[in-house]
C-alpha cells in the first residue's frame, strides 16, 4: 500500500511563493519519478513539472524559470519550489508517482490534490 500526500498549498498573493511538498508512505524503497499536474476549474489538467529516479527535471513552458522540482530520496519526498507566482497558477495541484515498494512497483499513485490560489 502507497499513499502519497500532498502538502504547502494556501492562499498567496501575486509575486509570492509557495513550496509544495508529497511524500511517500508505506514499504518505500524508493519513488522512481513523480509527475506533478494541476487542474483549474474549466481547464484541462496540466502537466507542471516532472522529475527522474536520477533527478532529471522537465517543467511546462508556462512555468519554466519561475518552478524548481527536487526529490529528497532519504525522505521520500519531492518538493516542487513556486515562485513569482501569478493568478493563472491558481489550480489544485497533485502528484503522481511510480514508487517502488517492498512487493513490487506501484505506477501511477496518485495524491489527494492541495489547492493553491494566487489572489491579491
Not at 474549466?42 to 536520477?54: C, F
Request: glycine share 12%; aromatic share 6%.
Amino acid at each position: 500500500q502507497v499513499q502519497l500526500v500532498e502538502s504547502g498549498g494556501g492562499l498567496v498573493q501575486p509575486g509570492g511563493s509557495l513550496r509544495l511538498s508529497c511524500a511517500a508512505s508505506g514499504s518505500i524503497l524508493c519513488i522512481k519519478a513523480m509527475v506533478w499536474y494541476r487542474h483549474a476549474p474549466g481547464k484541462q489538467r496540466e502537466l507542471v513539472a516532472a522529475i527522474t529516479g536520477g533527478g532529471s527535471t522537465n517543467y511546462a513552458d508556462s512555468v519554466t524559470g519561475r518552478f524548481t522540482i527536487s526529490k529528497d530520496n532519504a525522505k521520500n519526498t519531492v518538493t516542487p519550489q513556486m515562485n513569482s507566482l501569478k493568478p493563472e497558477d491558481t489550480a489544485v495541484y497533485y502528484c503522481n508517482a511510480d514508487v517502488l515498494t517492498s512487493t513490487g512497483w506501484v505506477r501511477g499513485a496518485w495524491g489527494q490534490g492541495t489547492q493553491v490560489t494566487v489572489s491579491s
